[in-house]
């Protein structure tokens, strides 16, 4: 009984077809607007997580007493952590904005057989995020 040989790589003939594979670059996504957005919204979702972590930290220095607190925000002075809080801001807001306009394709809300138009389901979205920015910037500014 003859042996097979070790090697897994399929064995081509002269007149074996090959398996046509296109090059893609690594900036496929660049192409086209839709692409783009969808990749930077996959990576604001990194600067979501900077937020979160940023948050618990402070958190855990508040609970630690006003010595760590203070060292926190004088760490927070940092013009590194400033411009990745900045770069960070503004990948949370275009994280929303994106989130809330998916809605709609999310839910499909029916009322009475008919689908409910977008602006109906995403302008509710938009209404909380007004009145709880104005919550917040009301408790922080008074």
Do not use: C
């Not at 960070?88 to 994106?98: G, K, N, P």
């Not at 909380?128 to 919550?135: F, I, L, N, R």
Request: net charge positive.
């Amino acid at each position: 009984m003859p042996e097979k040989p070790l090697s897994k790589a399929p064995i081509y003939t002269e007149f074996h077809p090959r398996w046509y594979r296109p090059h893609v670059s690594v900036y496929w996504w660049l192409g086209q607007r839709q692409y783009l957005k969808f990749i930077l919204r996959e990576i604001s979702s990194v600067f979501v997580a900077w937020f979160v972590v940023l948050m618990l930290l402070q958190l855990r220095a508040l609970r630690s007493g006003p010595d760590a607190y203070s060292r926190f925000s004088h760490w927070l002075q940092n013009p590194l952590v400033i411009a990745i809080n900045i770069v960070s801001l503004f990948f949370v807001i275009f994280h929303a904005i994106t989130w809330f306009n998916l809605a709609p394709r999310a839910m499909a809300v029916r009322v009475r057989g008919k689908q409910l138009p977008e602006i109906m389901i995403s302008a509710p979205n938009y209404a909380m995020w007004v009145v709880v920015s104005a919550g917040v910037a009301w408790l922080v500014l008074r």
